[in-house]
């Protein structure tokens, strides 16, 4: 697992994931090899766009707390392996967790739902955090 992505909240290492894939603000490019770890703006890319910044990076591996069907069809095409890691975890101790072989994988679509945790607590779509 030389290069993993991972869809977060801020451009920081010890940021949590996002709870919504292809909404994502920041995507973190992790070199498991040399340590150098790449933010990248997603500037709302959607799935595909996602799996696309992943691949052109040669992510081998991606980690995310949700993923629609799709996206996660896109992922698969471009032989990138999936996996769902929790949303309250910093990406450090997740990149730590893929290491060890302890992730969950993403064999099924975990389209982002009405509730989920995120940085200030459970919520449902209608308290106003999430749009859409």
Not at 26 to 47: A, N, P, V
Not at 74 to 87: F, N
Not at 89 to 118: F, Q, T, Y
Request: net charge neutral; glycine share 12%.
């Amino acid at each position: 697992m030389p290069t993993v992505g991972m869809t977060v909240l801020r451009p920081d290492f010890g940021s949590p994931l996002s709870p919504h894939f292809g909404l994502a603000p920041w995507l973190l490019i992790y070199d498991t090899e040399t340590g150098q770890k790449d933010f990248e703006r997603s500037w709302l890319l959607m799935g595909k766009g996602v799996v696309d910044e992943f691949a052109q990076h040669r992510c081998t591996d991606a980690v995310c707390s949700n993923i629609g069907p799709g996206s996660l069809e896109i992922l698969r095409a471009a032989g990138i392996r999936a996996s769902y890691g929790p949303g309250d975890i910093p990406a450090s101790e997740l990149v730590d967790r893929l290491k060890r072989g302890e992730m969950e994988p993403a064999n099924e679509a975990r389209p982002h739902g009405h509730e989920h945790r995120s940085g200030h607590g459970r919520h449902r779509k209608s308290s106003g955090c999430c749009r859409g």
